[in-house]
């Protein structure tokens, strides 16, 4: 079992940046592939950033490319997403999320583990 706590949402200004970061718990983060979602109200959930367990390589949706940055630190057990020039479209409950080993994937169902979530609201 691994247990991820999302914290850093919070409402910025169009423009501005934001750091999330999920914290693990459980069983070795380090074998653990990460990932970052995101669901807007009335929307379905939808992949903004992996990373993965072994070579740490990064995807990251079209939508954030150049804006967002994942990364993960295996001694704090903690994997980020640094978020800037931030747009209204950002705006989303952010989640984190965990596979063991394996590539990063865009389907959240493929995913086995889930923090509760973090609210980003983005101002214009």
């Known amino acids: 079992q691994v247990q991820l706590v999302e914290a850093g949402g919070g409402l910025v200004q169009a423009g501005g940046s934001l750091r999330l970061s999920c914290a693990a718990s459980?069983?070795?983060?380090?074998?653990?592939?990460m990932g970052w979602f995101r669901q807007p109200p009335g929307k379905v959930r939808e992949f903004v950033a992996g990373?993965?367990?072994?070579?740490?390589?990064?995807y990251y949706a079209d939508s954030v490319k150049g804006r967002f940055t994942i990364s993960r630190d295996n001694a704090k057990n903690t994997v980020y997403l640094q978020m800037n020039s931030l747009k209204p479209e950002d705006a989303a409950v952010y989640y984190c999320?965990?596979?063991?080993?394996?590539?990063?994937?865009?389907?959240?169902?493929?995913?086995?583990?889930w923090g509760q979530g973090t609210q980003v609201t983005v101002a214009s």
């Open positions: 459980g069983r070795s983060f380090s074998v653990y592939t």
């Open positions: 999320a965990a596979k063991p080993r394996g590539n990063v994937v865009t389907t959240p169902s493929l995913y086995n583990y």
């Open positions: 990373i993965t367990w072994s070579t740490s390589s990064t």
